[in-house]
């Protein structure tokens, strides 16, 4: 079992920026480059709904219609952190941001490839 730690969340105004981060840990001998990573958020009264995800090794992302060509995922598996880079954010965007990891999965936006699940951060968009 797999411990994640969302953080970066805040208070921004439209059009602004933020950057959340997914520190990743396990039991010794532990390695993040097995793990296809994903970022997820829910909405209040929605359900949550797949944002982002990226590859083991980083070399496929996938991204919801929603955050396209707005937010970028990357990850650092030497730091064992993933990173969810959100520009011109929108209210709409306003949401609890998960992080979680899938051990037999490429990335896909399908919450039940997902294994672990961090404990989420609160993202607020609003003037």
């Known amino acids: 079992q797999l411990q994640l730690v969302e953080s970066g969340g805040g208070l921004v105004q439209p059009g602004g920026s933020l950057r959340l981060s997914c520190a990743v840990s396990g039991v010794s001998g532990f390695t993040l480059d097995s793990y296809t990573v994903g970022w997820f958020r829910r909405a209040p009264g929605k359900e949550r709904e797949g944002v982002s995800c990226?590859?083991?090794?980083?070399?496929?992302?996938n991204y919801a219609d929603s955050v396209k060509g707005r937010f970028t995922i990357s990850r650092d598996n030497a730091k064992k952190t993933v990173y969810l880079q959100m520009n011109s954010l929108k209210p709409e965007d306003t949401a609890v941001y998960y992080c979680?990891?899938?051990?037999?999965?490429?990335?896909?936006?399908?919450?039940?490839?997902?294994?672990?699940w961090g404990q989420g951060t609160q993202v607020t968009v609003s003037s």
């Open positions: 990226i590859s083991a090794t980083g070399a496929s992302t």
């Open positions: 979680a990891a899938s051990r037999d999965w490429g990335p896909t936006l399908r919450r039940y490839a997902y294994n672990d």
